[in-house]
């Protein structure tokens, strides 16, 4: 019993000495499984130019990145979207901008779609492709799970309740919409642009629609023009200091425009 | 006639359950094969998986299975030497302990896993470790443990029990080099599916170990287990996707080697104390 308790006490003095060592040099990252990717490779940069530094990512949705922050859970929280009033009491930094592209199948031949027709689909009131000028094909609505940041933006822009839409098929994450529209003649879904570009020049069949005349591409979204586009940001809760700081420049400089490139987001012009 | 109709449909369905297991057997493997080599498996990740290996995350994966089943196996394998052997018939306790673990083998392992955040990571401050990994783990493959284990352990005949009795063998005696024994295959079939599950698991992982893909030095560190990876590079990593299927390829062949070397280990430990069978 006595050995038990002494092993128990030497273990919680462990525990203490590496959370007291953690304060210096380690820094720890949560939320967005979209931006978690990008904020991993700059955090290994960052390692590999400041020995000793560590930096852990953890992923977990922009909305437990906000919740992280509060409660000093992280460092530095990862938001796939600007931040909303009443979350003022933190602070953003911009590091990447992602655009969402509506994306249809490959052998859908209609060339695009205004805001109205996309919000009639959406909530069901048009149920086939001949009604926007495409063949006789019922369309099937591809929407985000609840707590996606991209579904949030895609509501946001055609000011649409998630009760309204009348989805078939619910999907988490972009690389799921993608195969899911791939696998779909009739779908309508929408994804980040990066991603939905790379798998398009690689040959899976899908395809991007313009927004408002402007092309869904990289570019069109890092020159602002692009309607449906988000901000990927880092957000603190009091203004960073030391380490954090260092890091929070770092991740908006131009060394690591070549890993937001990567990651198929634009770098903010 | 309709007898034969009985029997071609059943082999029919037999046929058709191992097509699908070679079915996705063969993507896996034709997909995932080219991708893999030895610079895969012992380098670190790069580009965000997409290039270079999965030896960190190999590691990691090991180390949360080790800490699960030296957790789960004696607490798994005491619970069902007591519910079989020594707890009273129609105990109340007992019976409510078997409801329990009944349902707890039915819960979703993202509710494990938001368990083990919430008690091992910030109760108990250990963050996202392998430690909180392998903890909440080793909590979700015990309830599955223990039934298989006690089912095996009641299976035995109970002429085996009145046998070591009458040679005036104790009860822990006779537990260990008699019931134990013979209930050998349930033991293997509890520990494989404790290792299958907790091996391919995802949900109880993402908030508890976490999904650091560096090298963890020690077991208080975040790392990413197999199947986490495996879960990123599909899901949020565009062009992930070979990576992903090799990365799954070495999971399918991880799991069956364990399962191999359990069968294995729990023959030899126990064929030897019992010489008849």
Sequence with gaps: ?269 | MADRLFAWSMSTCAFLVVLSLLWVLGDVVTEGLPHISWTFLFSAPENAGRAGGIAPILVSTFWILLIALVVALPIGLSVAVWLSEFAPVNSRFANNTGIVLDILAGVPSIVYGLFGNAFFSIYLGMGFSLLSGGLTLACMILPIFVRTCESGLRAVNNDWRRGALSLGMTKSAAIWHIILPGARPALVAGLILGLGRATAETAALLYTSGYVDRMPGSLLDSGRALSVHIYDLSMNVTGGDTAAYASALVLVILIMTLSILAQGMVDRWFKRRLVVS
């Design chain 1, 1 to 269: 019993m006595k050995v038990l308790v002494r092993v128990l006490l030497l273990l919680g003095a462990v525990m203490s000495l590496s959370i007291a060592h953690a304060a210096d040099n380690r820094l720890t990252l949560t939320g967005s499984s979209t931006v978690a990717p990008l904020m991993s490779e700059i955090a290994k940069r960052y390692e590999a130019d400041h020995p000793g530094v560590r930096i852990d990512v953890q992923m977990g949705g922009s909305s437990r990145a906000i919740n992280d922050v509060r409660m000093g859970m992280s460092d530095i929280g990862m938001v796939s979207r600007a931040l909303k009033p009443a979350e003022s009491d933190l602070t953003a930094y911009l590091v990447a901008i992602d655009g969402i592209g509506i994306i249809l199948h490959k052998d859908n031949k209609v060339p695009s779609l205004s805001d109205q027709q996309i919000i009639n689909i959406f909530t069901g009131e048009i149920k086939n492709w001949h009604e926007v000028g495409g063949k006789d094909q019922r369309i099937t609505v591809v929407n985000k799970a609840e707590g996606r940041s991209t579904l949030e933006l895609f509501l946001h822009h055609f000011a649409l309740k998630n009760s309204q839409i009348k989805a078939h098929i619910i999907i988490g994450d972009n690389q799921q919409g993608i195969k899911t529209v791939a696998g779909n003649a009739g779908a309508i879904g929408y994804v980040s642009i990066g991603a939905a570009v790379y798998e398009e020049a690689h040959g899976t069949p899908i395809r991007l629609l313009p927004m408002a005349d402007e092309p869904a591409t990289v570019k069109a979204v890092a020159s602002g023009h692009y309607p449906l586009s988000r901000e990927l940001n880092l957000v603190v809760k009091a203004a960073p200091i030391g380490l954090a700081k260092d890091f929070i420049t770092y991740a908006q400089s131009a060394a690591v425009i070549d890993l937001v490139e990567a990651q198929f987001f634009a770098a903010p012009l």
